[in-house]
């Protein structure tokens, strides 16, 4: 459906449900609610994934680190939430395969006391993950650690125990999701901000919009308002009630890029503990190595900048592991995320590592229903919760159950893991960008593929795998209104190579303004917000 179709359906229906916010929890409920048949309405103020949903380590995980927390206090909500999620990564896995992977994560063990601590609490992770599990957690000698990971410091090193986790592509799994309802029935529109709310007698009818790509404000009419805008939760229940008290309390987390010598390409480091008690991650991701997370109280912000001190920390940390520290010259990509994490009560002044990363679903008075926190591998079971919700308390009548624990999404029905293999010998491409084609598009790589007959085979950048014939195809068929979406979420080169996705502005803009008919002034406006993205927070 084009973006203007779709804005003239908002206008024009009466939703069962309209979602603020399209980021993995919006467009997560979204897809569940069109399922099970209600007409569905979602409004993203910027693009899909552009909040946090883009900005996460791409695991889907069950939380290491949150079941020893459940242990050592005897926690029932975190052991819950693990158990959960490691179901969920199952389903993560199947329902999305070109765009997920299973990885290995060694976590090196200096004491034998310390090998035994890992050995048996992720022994009892494989354990929560049942049937569902993707792999037996086993342990390293120093040799095998050294073998399988040749960056790794050898200094006082014992050994390591080895573990498996999936790994994804967080934006374009969003992506998918916003396809996916939008082919099961839903209206799902970008660039379309709430400012208000259309009320009668106190209680939701609606919302107020404007539409920043067609210059346009108008109001758009369902039974039910979700607020599902993660780190802006609050500014939203205050947009409708000023008195409303803070449910949230937000923490930012740093990633940095650099190059992908540092791991072996199916496997990571799993830090469990810095010196400040936090866990850290050294991921392979696609062809580079991506580390994080800091945690750290922050307010919500539009674009949040990776600071000095984080690239810092985060540097000094994992150097510490490794047999060649890192430099801040060796950081090629930096970004910041920020979690919602739901306090309650508690909102303000409580540091933000410890909070459980459950998900809530609470209603306002006037009838706002809120759902936040959770996290990327249990966006399923929150949406699910959600329509349960509507359906329990709201009377909204389904017709059919939900069906997203088996519903293949866009580009997954068809995919196959050697599908590379096919795109080389038909379009003659490197295997390095037939790889890619199959696993960001996954069924329908080959269509992407056959726009390289209009001349749109070239790299965006040497050293990438991504192709001119994406941006088309994102302005296309993937809603890519900005260069920024093409750069950051339909590839992910701004995430990778800040350089890299530099030089290439110019190209993108001119393929960009082909199939969206921008006029210089548009071209101009889209050059400056790309290099000021890259060049403060993306
Ligand atoms: P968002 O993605 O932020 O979406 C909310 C959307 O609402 C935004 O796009 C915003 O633009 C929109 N919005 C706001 N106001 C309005 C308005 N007025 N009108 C219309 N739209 C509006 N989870 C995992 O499972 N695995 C991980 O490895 C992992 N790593 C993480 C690392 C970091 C650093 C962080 C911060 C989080 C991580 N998470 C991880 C958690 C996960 O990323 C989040 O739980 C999830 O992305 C939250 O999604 P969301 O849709 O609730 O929020």
């Not at 950048?461 to 339909?490: F, K, Q, T």
């Amino acid at each position: 459906m084009l973006r203007a179709d779709a804005v003239e359906r908002l206008k024009t229906s009466a939703f069962d449900i309209l979602v603020i916010g399209g980021g993995a929890t919006g467009t997560g409920i979204a897809l569940d609610a069109a399922t099970r048949g209600f007409r569905v309405g979602l409004v993203e103020r910027y693009d899909f994934g552009s909040g946090t949903s883009s900005r996460s380590t791409k695991l889907i995980h069950g939380g290491v680190r949150y079941l020893e927390q459940a242990f050592k206090k005897l926690d029932r909500a975190q052991y819950n939430l693990v158990r959960h999620a490691l179901a969920e990564r199952a389903i993560f896995m199947k329902i999305a395969p070109h765009l997920s992977r299973r990885i290995t994560l060694l976590a090196p063990t200096y004491t034998r006391g310390e090998e035994l601590y890992y050995w048996l609490g992720l022994k009892i992770y494989d354990m929560l993950a049942g049937k569902r599990g993707i792999g037996s957690t086993r342990l390293h000698s120093r040799a095998a650690a050294l073998a399988e990971f040749p960056a790794l410091s050898a200094a006082k090193l014992k050994g390591a125990v080895a573990y498996y986790e999936g790994q994804f592509d967080d934006a374009r799994m969003n992506i998918a999701l916003a396809l996916t309802a939008e082919r099961a029935g839903a209206a799902i529109v970008n660039y379309t901000q709430v400012v208000g709310f259309v009320k009668e007698g106190g209680s939701i009818g609606g919302v107020q919009v404007r539409d920043t790509i067609g210059d346009a404000a108008f109001e758009i009419h369902a039974r039910v308002v979700i607020n599902a805008t993660g780190p802006f939760t609050d500014v939203i229940r205050q947009l409708d009630d000023p008195a409303a008290q803070p449910v949230l309390q937000t923490s930012s987390g740093v990633h940095i890029v650099v190059s992908g010598e540092l791991c072996p390409p199916d496997t990571g480091m799993f830090i469990p503990k810095t010196d400040d008690g936090r866990v850290l991650f050294l991921l392979p991701w696609m062809g580079k190595t991506l580390i994080g997370t800091t945690d750290e109280p922050a307010e919500p912000v539009d674009h949040p900048i990776a600071g000095e001190a984080d690239l810092a920390y985060l540097i000094k940390h994992v150097s510490r592991y490794l047999e060649r520290p890192l430099t801040r010259g060796d950081v090629l990509a930096a970004w910041s995320g920020l979690r919602p994490l739901f306090a309650g009560k508690h909102a303000a002044g409580r540091g933000t590592a410890k909070l459980v990363r459950d998900h809530v679903i609470f209603e306002s008075p006037s009838g706002l229903v809120t759902v936040t926190g959770g996290k990327w591998t249990t966006y399923r079971q929150m949406a699910s919760d959600a329509v349960d919700h509507l359906v329990r308390e709201r009377g909204l009548v389904e017709k059919s159950p939900c069906i997203t624990a088996t519903l293949r999404l866009v580009g997954g029905d068809g995919y196959r893991s050697d599908g590379a293999r096919e795109l080389v010998q038909k379009f003659g491409f490197d295997r390095d960008i037939a790889e890619h084609l199959n696993h960001a598009y996954g069924d329908r790589a080959e269509s992407v593929a056959a726009l390289t007959a209009q001349g749109l085979g070239k790299r965006l950048s040497d050293g990438y795998p991504y192709i001119e014939a994406e941006v088309v195809w994102a302005a296309r068929e993937e809603r890519a209104e900005s260069v920024m979406d093409v750069l950051a979420r339909r590839t992910r080169l701004a995430f990778l190579d800040r350089a890299g996705a530099t030089h290439c502005i110019e190209r993108v803009v001119e393929l960009l303004a082909g199939v969206l008919e921008w006029d210089a002034t548009r071209r101009k406006r889209e050059h400056g917000e790309a290099r000021a993205r890259l060049s403060n927070g993306l």
